[in-house]
């Protein structure tokens, strides 16, 4: 099979990749662009680990052919380790919305892209945009606190 | 002082040097043999260490789980990070400082008791000196017994429980776990496992399987198959190859239900502990028998290894519980020397028990093998990790008690038939790796000899009731006749045994008209015991007021763990139509002093969602003599559109020795749904779990 370039936009910034086969993105993040935030838990688009964004819209990273996100805009959760950190990591570790933390990722891009078409999401559906992603550490309640303490710190900001 | 016995891990590593290390500028790193598994007791135990030495905790490095640097503490298992190796590094800190504040004395020329530490530098009648840590590192001599020195600070005096974890923003933005890992001239390598632990490869073409693409090597031993290739997409597309390919032959015998088989066992049973006499029942006779399903780990990223060989050496990372036990394990495999071993800890995905950790790292190792000098990375594919990785025992106990004519309990009996829990790598003097099992030169697991009372028991924790009851007999039988491969998974047999004894509780309470808190609070002379339970009983409020019946109901599970850890009740309220419907979960706990109480609060919190889980949807799929589940879809567990309100409190006991709390809501969250099921119902459902399937079984 002959090597392919597929570019599109990482986290703001225009990256290349080469593949021969047409690999997930997931892999494409992970192994060529060193991206190792998004995580593997199944390769089955059944569990959320590897949930970035693309186009603003969370998808599974893992079931996606990299091809597919030719000329796209993907957000990763290194995305969000800025200065100071975006307001759902703060409200992540102020609420220790995590125990191994390999589930949150995941997680987290799911909520940011939920916050970014709805900033005052309601309990239900902060639940229904994250009822793809598992945790088996048992974190949820403090996960959903977590979502709205950071939906109510961008609402300030954004006033 | 805090404890007035030295904790037991000073006993194999008494010496300050063997949990703090000094750099030359100053800088402190505190060692421990207990490894982080995600539960947050790293952060927890360097509290305890900066509260000693009269700084932050993030003033401390933190070095776990490296053979030959750390202190071998065994398993970071059983809820004892804190209890056991927390306080151990807490005495060594203690002693660390006695020796700086002597040793600032003797060059100040003044009394200890004018001197104290904070933030690094010493003060004399509260105004710092000239002298820091780094000054007076080369004064002291690490190299003395802890308990000559140790004069841990009283509790309160401490610090405020409020521990943040040092180590979750690069768990969330970076890249710490195993799986990450980068090494020059690193591979990627992919078991391809047999189905069970009885399939012997008959056919699998190796030559085509290495002119696949990317692949570099090819391993086969016996019935292990290890392919290496270039990159992690390569070795999964030519793992998936030779799946498709590969033939088995399995000439076990299964039984055609696997529970029942475990109930019907005939082998041999022990008494584990018996007072008074259950012969000649006086009184009227309540008998239950439950049951639980074999139950998957379920961590949300699979095991992992990376490993690598040079020359003889051998150099592994993984999310092992036990460094030291998995490199006896190892030098058993490969029969080389421990000393030409290392094996580091790095993270994975949350760890609730024995998972594929260790095997993960085996089967790296037989792979690495095959490229000297270059490491190799493994990671499991999801399907892996639901059909090689050990699950957690199916188990049944049977639970029969007397009362008298005061309606009181005059004896209980359990029987606990389980298949094995206590499998961790090494013990019983065979590695215990899943691929050592069938290597050309097969080193099959001894019987489990499972865990004494004494420390807690196996099959057989929480067993014993903590009721007063003048005559109680346990016996437990490990049945070793399937063919499933299972080990210790988070609370071992307290699951199982405290719904039994909790389910059977409310039974008899019912029957005989007596409210099940005040008939359990009338069975208790351990106040502490008493106080969570009536706390609990406060804290859910309305409960008492609520109707019950016609779907409604609210149910109370109580244990503490391993009759020696922390206390725990749970009262969790239900509602039953189509399906079954957890609204709300009230908990409180007793675990002595609390080091870290969010920490605390999160583990307590993760296990009643996790006990949920099991409780309500778990079974491992079983066809032959294979754990069948390869996805999520065969195996699920709770959702967040599935989880209630979970408000926990802690009563707490700042004079008391902190007791472990990461296993301890286990056992009573089932207890609570079972007993709110049966009070929204009128029935309790026996075997678990509690489907809507289940419930009908036992309402029809
Ligand atoms: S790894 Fe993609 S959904 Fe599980
Ligand atoms: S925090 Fe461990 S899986 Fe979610």
Not at chain 1, 102 to 121: D, H, Q, T, V, W
Not at chain 2, 44 to 66: H, K, S, T
Not at chain 2, 418 to 424: C, D, E, F, K
Request: with cysteine; charged share 20%; aromatic share 6%.
């Amino acid at each position: 099979m002959t090597d392919t370039d597929v570019t599109f936009r990482v986290n703001g910034e225009d990256r290349t990749v080469r593949t021969g086969a047409d690999i997930p993105l997931l892999y494409a993040l992970r192994e060529e662009l060193g991206l190792k935030g998004t995580r593997f838990g199944c390769g089955d688009a059944a569990c959320g680990a590897c949930t970035v964004i693309v186009d603003g819209a969370a998808v599974t990273s893992c079931d996606l052919p990299v091809s597919a996100v030719a000329g796209k805009a993907v957000e990763t959760v290194e995305s969000l380790d800025t200065d100071p950190a975006h307001p759902l990591i703060d409200a992540a570790i102020d609420h220790q919305a995590a125990q191994c933390g390999y589930c949150l990722p995941g997680i987290l891009m799911a909520a940011k892209a939920l916050l970014e078409r709805n900033s005052r999401p309601e309990r239900s559906e902060i639940i229904a945009a994250l009822d793809g992603n598992l945790c088996r550490c048992g974190t949820h309640t403090r996960i959903l606190r977590a979502v709205e303490q950071a939906a109510a710190v961008m609402a300030e900001t954004c006033e | 002082m805090i404890a007035p016995k030295p904790p037991v891990p000073l006993t194999a590593a008494p010496l300050i040097s063997n949990w703090i290390r000094v750099s030359p500028e100053g800088e402190i790193t505190v060692l421990s043999g207990r490894v982080e598994l995600g539960q947050g007791n790293a952060s927890a135990i360097c509290r305890m260490a900066a509260d000693e030495l009269g700084c932050v905790p993030e003033a401390l490095a933190f070095e776990a789980g490296q053979t030959g640097l750390t202190p071998n503490e065994g398993f970071t298992a059983g809820s004892m990070s804190v209890s056991g190796g927390g306080q151990a590094v807490r005495w060594a800190a203690s002693a660390f400082r006695n020796l700086l504040l002597k040793a600032a004395s003797d060059r100040l020329g003044c009394e200890t008791a004018d001197l104290c530490l904070a933030d690094g530098v010493i003060l004399r009648d509260g105004e710092p000196t000239d002298l820091e840590f780094g000054t007076l590192a080369g004064d002291v001599d690490l190299d003395r017994p802890v308990t000559e020195w140790a004069a841990p600070l009283a509790a309160e005096t401490a610090h405020s429980a409020d521990t943040l974890r040092l180590d979750l923003k690069e768990r969330l933005v970076g890249s710490p776990f195993v799986h990450d890992m980068e090494r020059p001239g690193m591979l990627h390598g992919k078991p391809v496992h047999p189905p069970s632990m009885s399939a012997e490869l008959q056919d699998l073409d190796l030559e085509a399987l290495r002119a696949r693409p990317g692949v570099v090597a090819v391993v086969r031993d016996g019935s292990f198959v290890g392919i290496v290739a270039e990159t992690e997409v390569d070795a999964i597309s030519a793992a998936r190859w030779a799946r498709g390919q590969a033939r088995w032959v399995d000439r076990a015998q299964v039984p055609n239900d696997a529970i029942q088989a475990i109930g019907a066992s005939r082998e041999p049973a022990d008494i584990v502990v018996q007072t008074g006499t259950v012969d000649e029942p006086a009184g009227r006779w309540f008998e239950t028998t439950v049951s639980r399903p074999y139950l998957h780990h379920g961590s949300i990223g699979p095991s992992a290894a990376v490993a690598q060989w040079q020359e003889d050496d051998l150099s592994v990372w993984c999310h092992s519980q036990g460094v030291y036990q998995l490199r006896t394990a190892l030098g058993m495999v490969f029969k080389i020397p421990e000393e030409g071993i290392t094996v580091i800890h790095r993270p994975g995905s949350g760890c609730y028990g024995h998972n594929g950790a260790d095997d993960a790292a085996l089967d790296a190792a037989l792979m690495a093998r095959a490229v000297p000098g270059r490491p190799v990375k493994v990671v499991w594919s999801r399907r892996d990790e639901f059909q090689a990785a050990p699950m957690g025992p199916g188990m049944v106990t049977r639970c029969a008690a007397t009362v008298d004519d005061d309606g009181k309990i005059s004896s209980m009996r359990l029987e606990v038939n389980s298949a094995p829990h206590a499998n961790r790598p090494s013990v019983n003097g065979t590695p215990n790796l899943r691929a050592a099992a069938y290597l050309e030169r097969p080193m099959p697991p001894a019987p489990s000899t499972d865990i004494p009372i004494a420390r807690g028991g196996g099959a057989d924790r929480n067993a014993v009731p903590l009721y007063a009851i003048p005559n109680v007999e346990v016996s437990k039988r490990i049945v070793h006749a399937l063919p499933y491969r299972s080990s210790s998974l988070r609370s071992l047999g307290a699951y199982t045994n405290v719904y039994a004894i909790e389910t059977l509780m409310d039974e008899i309470a019912l029957e005989l008209g007596i409210d099940p808190i005040v008939f359990r609070l009338a069975h208790l002379h351990d106040e502490r015991a008493k106080s969570v339970i009536e706390a609990v009983d406060d804290f859910a409020g309305s409960w008492r007021r609520e109707p019950r019946g016609q779907g409604i109901g609210w149910g109370l599970g109580f244990a503490r763990y391993k009759n020696t850890a922390g206390y725990c009740a749970v009262m969790a309220r239900v509602e039953v139509d189509q399906e079954i419907r957890v609204t709300d979960i009230f908990a409180t706990a007793d675990i002595g002093e609390v080091i870290s109480r969010d920490g605390a609060l999160n583990q307590i919190e993760g296990g009643i969602i996790q006990s949920m889980s099991w409780t309500l949807k778990e079974a491992a799929r079983l066809e032959g003599g294979q754990a069948a589940a390869e996805n999520w879809l065969d195996y699920p567990i709770l959702k967040f559109s599935e989880v209630p309100e979970v408000a926990v409190r802690l009563l707490e006991r700042p004079d008391q020795p902190p007791l472990g709390c990461g296993e301890i809501s286990q056992g009573p969250t089932a207890a609570a749904l079972g007993n709110a099921l049966r009070s929204a119902l009128g029935v309790t459902v026996q075997d678990l779990p509690l489907t809507r399937d289940r419930v009908m079984q036992a309402l029809f």
